[in-house]
């Protein structure tokens, strides 16, 4: 089976995106943005209205495929990317998710080692084949150059949901119980990390081409806890998914881990890492850049203000950056009040840069 | 007046956190914690359900003073720090400013440039002098050995919450803001630097020892504007407390610096760093030890846990960074849910522990 996937992928370097996991630095290089497909475009908001709830847009394998290909339509992007939320992972373990409008994610929080004990994997997999569908469908509609980019959250990040019942500034119920009880916490790692297998697996067969594994919290943990938290789980998610699929790339993206990502790369086995907004240009030339794929890392804040600081932004990351292997991207999600003109601006600016480094 | 404060302040090397702005290492290390006077203690419950709203706390003298006593009373920490909130600053400035229980602080958000300049400095004296007025009780109550820290909130996380009315995970308003009109954007900073020498010239006047400045979302910004929004209002406001209190020592504490952090002493001029729970020891130990005195860090949410990991944790942290000038702190500030039992314990540890590096 890993065999006849790695058949299905390999004419795909005429997707030029993966020309740079193969340590190509491409010029311009390709660009996709986190969060293309969303609330700044119009006719996403047209099919979110005709969805129902958030998840159920998730859930509905033709609309989940149409407003992934929007952004593609628009814009050109050299990836598409499935779109779905890292919250339909608790989602199919049982617990019960939902999305309160203007305020983000709702879920029953796990309030011990108890209820994470209650979790089960048994009926996961009806949940996953709903996603991989919309995979399939993505792989049949999508130009033969796009990409198709696949992913899940971090077992830790997942976690601070499910432990804390919604999205908070410091993590601080998550972060609690994995110091009160760690085995318990462990327990609740394992079973994301052979869920998230199973989840990423599923897109695999159906047609991803690449995966990206988001962990948006992983700034806020001291180190030790860095280490058993963000790198071991996602060193064993990695592990698995390379087992399985050796030919399918991987990026990392934990966000906020500043000084920990060089470690990140080469504990995890990552083939690419994520660098967000705050990370110096320097620091990325110095410790990532021609060791791993580098994808980044405009603000997104910047792309809403556009303009000639924007211009200027760019060209500097691409000027840094460009000259190894190297995804342009923007350092966390597109904002909803993101002007779509300005995104057509960016990918016309991205693709004018030549590499002169 | 800057002589009559030296004269004052020269004995005081009886204060033993004061020494470490000598260059000296001391073993054990000094010891305060963030928002050592808060919501954990029932002391400060009671008080503060005597003085109305959050900031009638902040502008009642005995109140004030009262509960800054508190802390020192239960575990002789050797450093008293100003009960008073970042958010003073605004209010003294004509920004309406009220405190939401449980949600934190809500100011009518200031909108645009326009908003920006019709603040006034002009009536903010009044307001410091009743700060001022807490610091000198409190140089009459405390121990002759207990310094008195004086703070303020830097220009950057003062004006995230000036113009995003609330706090944030993103700080994306500001952020915006200033992207959209640096003119204005610079226009808050200079008065906010203004402001915040008026009111830290107060305190000193006033009894203070040392100074902290506190950067929260310091973390947000990518490296340009971290040197404009960060670097550059925090080196001005530096500048003029050096000039008019050469002696008196500053702490920055700009949380999420990361990889900044050791540009940012450098370049701000401060005398030491707060280090916040995610930067590893390893690379304060590299970076910024027996440069600057060094402040952290340990998680509060370790606090909260206790027990034999904690121990070890702060065993490790005095460790490494108390061979060099040491003041040992959290991370980050006190959580409501800390046992008080945790902070004596953990102050016994601290003073239990000898330099062995």
């Not at 993966?18 to 006719?43: I, K, N």
């Amino acid at each position: 089976m890993t065999h006849g996937t790695e058949l299905k992928r390999r004419p795909s370097r005429t997707r030029r995106l993966l020309s740079v996991f193969d340590g190509e630095a491409l010029s311009p290089p390709p660009v996709w943005l986190m969060r293309q497909a969303g609330r700044y475009l119009p006719e996403y908001r047209a099919t979110r209205s005709k969805a129902g709830g958030f998840l159920d847009l998730c859930y509905n394998p033709a609309l989940a495929a149409e407003v992934t290909l929007q952004p593609i339509r628009r814009y050109g992007f050299d990836a598409a990317i499935l779109f779905s939320d890292i919250l339909v992972v608790p989602d199919a373990l049982g617990q019960k998710v939902s999305f309160v409008e203007g305020e983000g994610p709702r879920l029953s929080p796990l309030a011990d080692g108890k209820a994470i004990a209650a979790l089960s994997l048994e009926g996961a997999n009806r949940t996953f084949s709903v996603i991989a569908e919309t995979v399939q469908r993505l792989r049949q509609d999508l130009p033969a150059e796009t990409a198709l980019i696949g992913f899940c959250g971090a077992p830790w990040t997942v976690a601070t949901y499910m432990i804390g019942g919604q999205g908070s500034s410091d993590q601080a119920t998550a972060r609690s119980m994995a110091y009160r009880d760690p085995q318990a916490f462990q327990a609740l790692m394992d079973l994301l990390v052979a869920a998230s297998v199973a989840y990423l697996d599923g897109q695999v067969r159906a047609g991803a081409d690449l995966l990206q594994i988001f962990d948006s919290w992983a700034g806020s943990l001291p180190e030790d806890e860095f280490d058993r938290w963000v790198i071991a789980p996602t060193r064993d998610l990695v592990a698995e998914m390379k087992r399985r699929h050796p030919g399918v790339p991987i990026i990392g993206f934990p966000r906020g881990a500043g000084e920990h990502a060089a470690r990140f790369v080469r504990e995890t086995g990552v083939d690419a890492v994520g660098c967000d907004t705050a990370m110096p240009l320097g620091q990325i030339r110095a410790t990532l850049s021609g060791r791993t794929v580098v994808q980044g890392n405009l603000d997104p804040l910047l792309l809403v203000a556009g303009g000639a600081r924007m211009k200027e932004r760019v060209r500097q990351i691409v000027g840094k950056l460009g000259v190894n292997p190297f995804i342009f991207n923007l350092g966390h999600g597109i904002v909803p009040q993101t002007p779509p003109a300005h995104v057509a601006e960016l990918v016309a600016i991205v693709r004018d840069t030549k590499q002169t480094g």
